[in-house]
């Protein structure tokens, strides 16, 4: 695996100083540049957790991926360039109000002066690195903060027009990539999985955000929405043009 062609596949390039402000760069261009997507789950194409297979999906056939793809291979790029970075894993707060599977979302925790929470492949949500002091941190997607509830664990919170909102929890405890074998394949095949009903194609803009579910595109402007039904000719359309995926209906996609 080579890390200046990932560098390359989403308009970065190397750094010379491992700085909050070289974390946060890195963050915002690998959110603008590699989608957060399922269309795997949804076609019944099996993910597995190697890095070597994510690192040809996303960096040679163009893809994105999701958390465990997307977290894990960034996680291992932020090691390669000499952050102190580690995998680890959260628990994600349902729209019911309800805890999915408990350790089955991944993410990274960075370390530089303190703490921060760096988070690639949770979709809608910052782009920039959030440190765990409980300081209020602010990008055109929300504001954001982490309080720690209980010693030693952490809960992530967005606060759009004035109402708060639990995003997730988590612990700092290390995590392999393997480790969450079993939430892989939850996410892939159980009915309780958010990722197996439709497709999700999001990636952040400059100025907000640009999301595909199944037919429906919202684009997000400066925290204004626009939705359009697309056809499913439009909606192929736009996965090349705003995602570079070429969606071919006749095969997985894949290889």
């Known amino acids: ?15 010379e100083e491992n700085y909050l402000q070289d974390l946060a ?3 915002s261009l690998h959110m603008q540049h590699i989608p ?12 597995y957790l190697n890095l070597e297979s994510i690192y040809d999906k996303v960096v040679n056939q163009g893809r994105g991926g999701y958390c465990y793809e997307l977290n894990g291979l960034f996680c291992w790029l932020l090691q390669q360039l000499g952050f102190d970075a580690k995998m680890i894993s959260a628990t994600v707060l349902k729209p019911d109000g309800s805890f999915t599977k408990p350790g089955t979302h991944a993410a990274i925790a ?3 002066d303190t703490p921060y929470l760096v988070d690639a492949g949770f979709g809608d949500s910052t782009i920039s690195p959030i440190p ?8 055109n997607s929300g504001t954001y903060r982490i309080e720690e509830i209980e010693e030693g664990v952490f809960q992530l919170s967005r606060e759009n027009n004035g109402e708060e909102k639990i995003l997730y929890r988590f612990t700092l405890e290390e995590k392999r990539l393997e480790d969450f074998h079993e939430g ?9 999985s958010p990722f197996t009903h439709q ?12 999301t595909l579910t199944d037919t429906t595109l919202t684009r997000t402007i400066n925290g204004k929405k626009e ?12 996965l090349k043009d705003e995602f570079g995926i070429v969606l071919d209906e006749e095969k997985p996609l894949q290889k």
């Open 132 to 139: 765990l002091g409980g300081e209020r941190h602010t990008d």
């Open 1 to 15: 695996m080579d890390p200046i062609k990932y560098l390359q596949r989403f308009d970065a390039y190397p750094i």
């Open 199 to 210: 497709d999700i194609v999001t990636r952040a803009t400059p100025d907000g955000r640009i």
């Open 36 to 47: 957060f997507e399922n269309l795997d789950v949804i076609r019944k194409v099996p993910i």
């Open 184 to 192: 892989c394949v939850f996410n892939q095949v159980s009915e309780e």
């Open 227 to 238: 939705k359009q039904h697309l056809t499913q000719a439009e909606k192929v359309k736009l």
């Open 25 to 27: 760069r890195l963050q």
């Open 110 to 112: 960075v370390h530089l």
